[in-house]
């Protein structure tokens, strides 16, 4: 079949492009998602915070969801659940898996929408025996939120960002005791409310500096070896659930098997200020392009690149599109969207989003070849969480010139 | 009483690949079997956790016996794979040589292939090397092409052998754990934690644990050594890097680290080799993980990009000995089928044909051979046609179109096809083994809640195995003579 406009995941990004497609004028629009209900993951985020930034009010996380199910479908998007994309075969085609056959499917854009996931603890190569009961924020949150399961036993978390806060208050109401949340950074990276009701309200702390050096227990799981990385030393934690929380990477293997171009930093597809992709009529969004970032930024930038889409398939893609890299110096991990459109549109909210690896109270730079294009206010930098770079120096880059580096000063 | 008083042929201890390929070749030649295993399924030992090659035994000593089985084993695999839907691909092996040494070497590897049969090896050129593995690290000095080498299922092959056997009329007594034997005129009496077997032969195929097995039937011979293997699996997405299995120069103790692909897609590095004392001790190490990451960049440096899916563990059975430890006593009716270390998958099936021989012409009374139809089992290789592809059989049974595993793209068919099977998984980990879910980049992310939920369905249905034996109370040989 042919559609004007493919949209791969029906999550936040997604269903915020189809909306957006739609009210544009931009043709048929078809919304795929591999899951039997739409929304993403927010469907399992039960506790409230979504919606501030794109629809101006806050919902619980299956709110959320539920509303821009059923606003992409009042738009006229059709949306197919349960249904897979299982090979690209060309440049804007594809393979359709799903319980009614093989299908084929022509579109004139495509939107990449294919959200994150946490690094599980092979990723994460940690050693030391491999009993059940260790699992990510992701597989607990279906397992409790979707299936209803009811857990006992004392759990630890690894990580102490956003979601590792969330996977506490999880565990904590599956009827888990939840022993502490362990970093290997010398404090938690999310708001200081966070660990503060933590501590007061389910009396669990942050264990800095500590990393998870060996599982241990054969049958079932009896506890972790944990280091202290600033004196070396370990100590044995009993524990019965191993929850391994962020360390964000992009689903990206659709986009890779598109032979996209990829970001060493983001591990996501290359995307300009437009978002779209290397491939013309290609675009990506969402934490396919920023793992992770909360849902409303995922869902601002579907909106962002729908208006892309729709300027594109109007007056048709351009040619050979003049694009700037973007690219980040370390301790700075990525930097999103990472090429700048020349003559294009500023980013999403107007706004770059970038990634530290590091505390830091500092300045951000913009130079090219040396000469300085921007030097932001002081930030305090924190680790996982976004760190925002305006746009305005776009006009001043050199659209001839070598690539924009972007730098902790 | 489940068959504890009915008198078998023979019992086979340990339901590993060697274990069920002997069942399956002795059940075929109308012997009664009883196959027996401490585990909850088949083939969970050093079966399940090794490199998953189809060895052409090139590098075995001439003349000996792992040579000759191995040999027969293999050729007879790659047939059998084909009709039972086996997942095996013929990839070939590159034998690279790094240092001038290792260079220097390899004439002596051609000719010692050449001696083992495998006339198809030859030295080629590091420009040909290169052209066949454009991602390989530049400096190799010169490489082996072993074309014969494969890639193969080490789960689908037990399995198939195992259900081939059941079907054939063996017995199978998982989760029973062997205390004890008693040796009398005509019989054995094998005491398990689940009930006594009786039998009038012992073939003892029970690797990591055959010398605790043979010391009950009088025998010291030998001792195994547990030995350590650590693996690392890759993404997918890290295929394309390689095209054939990639060896280095074998050391007098080990084959060293390898990289492969897998009939699943992946790429795998491997294995590590540490003499451990616990026969159950399959953790993984930080110093283990380290030495494979290092060994692996240096053979392919674009495998530091990519992501790692899955760490393992599995322990080889060595013994003293470099060759099979293969025995059968006609006076004792007793066959051990020990020190096979890492190439059982391989040989499995010539050590059936060679064990039932031996077996037979000690007196065990063989029926002629009939040319058996083996089981076809489901397909869960990456190279050829899985239900998720296969339109025809979507539109005749939608289930089939239904993902449940993304990662490696198991559908809610394939999950009811193994839950219901003639030898169903008792756990998560069987149905792994069976339909590849919960095995991908995730590791459970997506579809981990879903599967547990499908596979505690079938639990609280109740639906006990057709093969299982219910648990009957405890016996010890001392409480058997009171």
């Known amino acids: ?409 | 009483m489940t068959g504890d008083s009915a008198l078998a042929d023979v019992a086979i201890i340990g339901a590993g690949v060697v274990g069920t390929a002997i069942a399956r070749t002795l059940a075929l030649q109308d012997v009664s079997c009883v196959l027996i295993d401490a585990a909850n399924d088949v083939g969970t030992g050093t079966t399940k956790a090794n490199t998953a090659i189809l060895h052409t035994g090139f590098d075995t000593v001439p003349g000996s016996l792992e040579s000759r089985l191995l040999r027969r084993g293999s050729a007879l695999l790659q047939e059998y794979a084909q009709r039972a839907g086996i997942p095996v691909e013929r990839t070939g092996a590159l034998l690279v040589a790094w240092t001038a040494e290792q260079a220097s070497e390899l004439p002596a590897i051609w000719d010692k292939a050449h001696q083992n049969g495998c006339a198809d090896v030859r030295l080629i050129t590091t420009r040909e090397l290169y052209r066949r593995e454009p991602h390989l690290c530049p400096g190799a000095l010169g490489a082996l092409d072993i074309p014969g080498e494969s890639i193969i299922c080490p789960w689908t092959t037990p399995l198939a052998y195992a259900t081939e056997a059941l079907a054939a009329g063996a017995r199978l007594r998982l989760r029973c754990q062997v205390t004890g034997i008693r040796t009398g005129e005509t019989e054995h009496r094998v005491f398990t934690t689940t009930g006594v077997v009786r039998c009038r032969w012992v073939v003892n195929a029970a690797g990591l644990r055959s010398d605790l097995i043979d010391r009950m039937l009088g025998g010291d011979g030998f001792t195994i050594q547990p030995r350590r293997g650590e693996l690392i699996v890759f993404d997918k997405l890290a295929r394309p890097l390689l095209t054939a299995i990639l060896l280095p120069v074998p050391t007098a103790r080990t084959k060293g680290v390898l990289v492969a692909p897998t009939v699943y897609g992946n790429v795998l590095l491997g294995p590590t080799a540490e003499d451990i004392p616990d026969r159950g001790d399959t953790a993984t190490t930080a110093t283990g993980l380290a030495a494979l990451l290092g060994a692996g960049h240096r053979i392919l440096p674009a495998l530091a990009g990519e992501e790692v899916t899955a760490v393992y563990a599995g322990l080889r059975a060595a013994t003293a000995d470099r060759d099979y430890q293969i025995r059968v006593d006609g006076a004792r009716r007793y066959a051990c089928v020990a020190g096979i270390r890492s190439t059982g998958l391989s040989a499995s099936l010539g050590i059936a044909e060679y064990v039932a021989d031996e077996l037979g012409g000690a007196g065990l009374r063989l029926a002629g051979k009939p040319e058996p139809d083996p089981p076809v089992m489901p397909y869960i290789g990456q190279a050829g046609m899985r239900p998720y592809q296969d339109a025809a059989r979507i539109a005749a049974d939608p289930e089939y179109g239904r993902i449940v595993c993304h990662c490696e793209r198991v559908t809610r068919g394939e999950i009811r096809d193994a839950l219901a099977s003639p030898l169903p998984p008792a756990d998560l980990d069987g149905l792994r083994r069976r339909t590849r879910v919960l095995n991908g980049r995730c590791q459970g992310f997506y579809c981990g809640a879903t599967v547990a939920a499908l596979l505690a369905e079938r639990d609280w249905a109740g639906a006990e195995p057709s093969w299982a034996v219910p648990p009957a109370a405890r016996l010890s040989p001392a409480a058997e003579t009171a």
């Open chain 1, 1 to 409: 079949m042919k559609t004007d406009v493919l949209v791969i995941g029906a999550g936040p990004a997604g269903l915020a492009a189809a909306v957006e497609l739609r009210r544009l004028g931009a043709g048929s629009v078809l919304v795929v998602d591999r899951d039997d209900q739409a929304g993403g993951i927010p469907r399992h985020s039960a506790h409230t915070g979504f919606g501030a930034r794109d629809l101006r009010r806050v919902l619980s996380g299956p709110a959320y969801a539920r509303r821009y199910a059923a606003a992409a479908a009042d738009a006229g998007a059709e949306i197919r659940l349960g249904t897979a994309v299982t090979g690209w075969d060309g440049p804007r085609r594809v393979t359709l898996t799903s319980a009614a056959g093989v299908e084929s499917v022509e579109a004139a854009a495509v939107l990449l929408a294919t959200g994150c996931r946490e690094r599980p603890r092979p990723a994460r190569l940690v050693p030391g025996d491999r009993p059940p009961g260790i699992m990510t924020t992701g597989e607990l949150q279906r397992r409790v939120y979707l299936a209803g399961e009811r857990l006992a036993g004392g759990a630890l978390v690894v990580g102490a960002e956003h979601v590792s806060f969330s996977a506490m208050v999880t565990l904590a109401h599956a009827g888990a005791d939840v022993i502490a949340l362990v970093t290997h950074l010398p404090r938690h990276t999310s708001y200081a409310a966070f660990a503060l009701a933590a501590g007061w309200r389910w009396h669990v702390p942050v264990w800095a500096s500590s990393v998870v050096r060996r599982v241990e227990g054969r049958k079932q799981l009896a506890g972790v070896e944990l280091a202290d990385t600033r004196t070396g030393e370990t100590r044995f934690v009993p524990c019965d659930l191993l929850v391994f929380t962020g360390d964000w990477i992009p689903d990206h293997e659709l986009a890779r098997a598109a032979g996209l171009e990829m970001d060493p930093g983001t591990r996501g597809p290359v995307i300009d200020t437009a978002l779209e992709t290397s491939e013309p009529g290609v675009f990506a969004a969402g934490n396919l392009v920023h793992a992770a970032e909360t849902a409303d930024i995922a869902a601002l930038g579907g909106r962002h690149a729908a208006q892309g889409i729709a300027a594109e398939l109007q007056r048709g893609p351009a040619p050979e599109p003049l694009r700037l890299p973007v690219m980040v110096e370390p301790p700075l991990l990525w930097i999103s969207p990472n090429a700048v459109r020349v003559g294009g549109p500023v980013p999403p909210r107007g706004r770059f989003v970038l990634r530290s690896r590091v505390f830091r109270r500092a300045r951000i730079e913009v130079r090219q070849e040396g000469r300085r294009l921007a030097t932001s206010n002081p930030y305090r930098i924190v680790p996982d969480r976004p760190l925002p770079l305006g746009a305005a120096w776009i006009s001043r880059a050199d659209p001839g010139g070598g690539p924009v580096i972007v730098r902790i000063r």
